[in-house]
T-cell receptor, first 114, second 113 residues
C-alpha cells in the first residue's frame, strides 16, 4: 500500500534560514507527488507538484522540491525563510488506480522566529 | 471566479442532531472529496465521488453520509451516530487523472454544544 511519511511534526527556523521539510513516499508505480500549504483555519493550497517531468520542481513563494527516486524522497526546501511562511505543510502522493485519491502525510508545522 | 465554496464556516451540533455541511464547486470537476482534519493527524478521507449519483466510502465513513445529485454539489451529513464530530472538515474537487491537483474549499469547523 502506498504511504507518505513526513519526518518532524514541528520544524522551527530563524527568519532568513534554510527551510527543509522532509517527505518520503512508498509507491510501486511512478508516483505523482504534491506539496500543499495550510494557513490557520483555511483550506489547502498547492505549492508544487511532481508529475515525472523535471526532477527539480519549482513552486510558489520561492519553494522547490527535488524528486529522488533512489531515496523515495520529495523534500521541500526554501533558501531563506520569511515570517509569512509559518504554516502547516502536507506532502501527498496520488494513489494508484483511477480514483484521483490523495494519500497525505501527517503534516509538518513550520514556525519562523525573528 | 471559479472555486469551491463551503458553508457554513462554523457550525455547532447539539447532542443527537444531524447536521449538513455544504460544498459547491463551479470548476466543472468530476471528482469531489470530503476530508476530516484533527490536530496532528493530517487529513483523513471520509467519502469521495467520481460521478453524479455515485460515491464511495473513504477511510472513516462511519457516522457520515453524502449525496451527489448534481455535479457541482457534494453535501456531507454528520449524523448522530458520529460520536466525536468536533473537527475541521475540508471539501476538495479535481478533474480525472492522477496528475491533477485537488482544489480545496476554506473548510467548516464543527463543534459540539
Amino acid at each position: 500500500a502506498q504511504s507518505v511519511t513526513q519526518l518532524g511534526s514541528h520544524v522551527s527556523v530563524s527568519e532568513g534560514a534554510l527551510v527543509l521539510l522532509r517527505c518520503n513516499y512508498s509507491s510501486s508505480v511512478p508516483p505523482y507527488l504534491f506539496w500543499y500549504v495550510q494557513y490557520p483555519n483555511q483550506g489547502l493550497q498547492l505549492l508544487l507538484k511532481y508529475t515525472s517531468a523535471a526532477t527539480l520542481v519549482k513552486g510558489i513563494n520561492g519553494f522547490e522540491a527535488e524528486f529522488k527516486k533512489s531515496e523515495t524522497s520529495f523534500h521541500l526546501t526554501k533558501p531563506s525563510a520569511h515570517m509569512s511562511d509559518a504554516a502547516e505543510y502536507f506532502c501527498a502522493v496520488s494513489e494508484e488506480g483511477g480514483y484521483n485519491k490523495l494519500i497525505f502525510g501527517a503534516g509538518t508545522r513550520l514556525a519562523v522566529h525573528p | 471566479d471559479g472555486g469551491i465554496t463551503q458553508s457554513p464556516k462554523y457550525l455547532f451540533r447539539k447532542e443527537g442532531q444531524n447536521v449538513t455541511l455544504s460544498c459547491e464547486q463551479n470548476l466543472n470537476h468530476d471528482a469531489m472529496y470530503w476530508y476530516r482534519q484533527d490536530p496532528g493527524q493530517g487529513l483523513r478521507l471520509i467519502y469521495y465521488s467520481q460521478i453524479v449519483n455515485d460515491f464511495q466510502k473513504g477511510d472513516i465513513a462511519e457516522g457520515y453520509s453524502v449525496s451527489r445529485e448534481k455535479k457541482e454539489s457534494f453535501p456531507l451529513t454528520v449524523t448522530s451516530a458520529q460520536k466525536n464530530p468536533t473537527a475541521f472538515y475540508l471539501c476538495a474537487s479535481t478533474p480525472f487523472g492522477r496528475e491533477n491537483i485537488q482544489y480545496f474549499g476554506a473548510g467548516t469547523r464543527l463543534s459540539v454544544l
